[in-house]
């Protein structure tokens, strides 16, 4: 929006010509979505308390969660608003990948804004039945993957590519769709599972967000990914600004839910925020990378498979309680311990997922 604003002013006042730079527009994306979060978030966090829209916490869970209950819940509804607002103030609205984006990351948050609503209505954690659930995301992420694939303009669109490997690109054809939907749906019940602790799910999804932000920078720029022999995507660089208000939003979430969290993000947050980061690593062609990087979001996803796995086939548990992280709480890790670590494991995880931009 305002960058056809400043496109017109340009032509009078030559300093509103920077704007065009999608570097500058990226970091005032992030720059006005953390302000915005910032001076939005308290009066949110005021009006969510007011409603009494507070956090159900399960029965079985650890009993240190116990006292977390009635703690205002549904803040991810503030950072799905400011992401919205920040990429149609700075992003290039002329973008069929944005758009994209932007209407994979907010079906979602419907999902899960009804999710936690039912939960808050019913005085329970059971929320939307699983079934319903998983419908709704499989309708919405297979739309997703049927657009991208039948809007393809060359085969670098739909092609798998392997890291490590300089010429390794493997065509998928009509497989591509289905790739594509397994990481829209995956990676968002994958945060899902991980938003468990107060700030363990947003840091990690800020971190891989900003990595995804600048690959899908060089991803779109010709010069940079033909020297990173990495394939070239047209107009995908414009997700950096979409990345970009992520991380604002996501940083200034994370002010208020830092432990001890004065908000929960809720499904309505995770559940969009892991399906953003699915749809974005599918445009620009890194979802490896993706999973290399979120090895967070895939370990907390996997130690519940096994867990159920384990107890169905043999009646014996893996873990003293799944998802992972509170396995390690109830060995006797304090929470901010357990998050903390978990974020120098996805810090570490991301400049791994980065390192291959190189290591071809």
Known sequence: MLLWLTEYLAEFVSGFGVFQYLTFRTMVSVMTALFMSLMIGPFVIEKLAHLQ????????????????????TMGGALILIVILVTTLL????????????????????????????????????????????????????????VFLYTSAQIPAETDLI???????????????????????????????????????????????????????????NAEFSGYLQIPYIPGAGELAVFCGALIGAGLGFLWFNTYPAQVFMGDVGALA????LGVVAVIIRHEIVLLI????FVLETASVIIQVASFRLTGKRIFRMAPIHHHFELKGWPEPKVIVRFWIVTLVLVTVGLSTLKLR
């Open 273 to 276: 925020l892991g399906a953003a």
């Open 90 to 145: 700075w992003g290039d609205l002329a973008s069929r990948q944005v758009w994209v984006v932007l209407a994979v990351t907010m079906s979602f948050g419907v999902i899960g804004w009804v999710d936690d609503y039912l939960k808050i209505s019913r005085k329970n954690s059971a929320g939307l039945a699983a079934r319903w659930k998983y419908f709704w995301q499989s309708v919405f992420g297979m739309a997703a993957a």
């Open 53 to 72: 829209i507070g956090q159900t916490v399960r029965d079985e869970g650890p009993q240190s969660h116990l006292s977390k209950a009635g703690t205002p």
């Open 162 to 220: 392997v890291p490590f490997f300089k010429t390794v690109a493997i065509p998928l054809g009509v497989g591509f769709v289905a790739l594509c939907y397994l990481m829209i749906v995956g990676m968002s019940n994958a945060v899902n599972l991980t938003d468990g602790l107060d700030g363990l799910a947003i840091l990690p999804t800020v971190m891989v967000g900003a990595a995804l932000g600048l690959i899908a920078y060089l991803v779109g």
């Open 293 to 296: 990087m979120g090895g967070l």
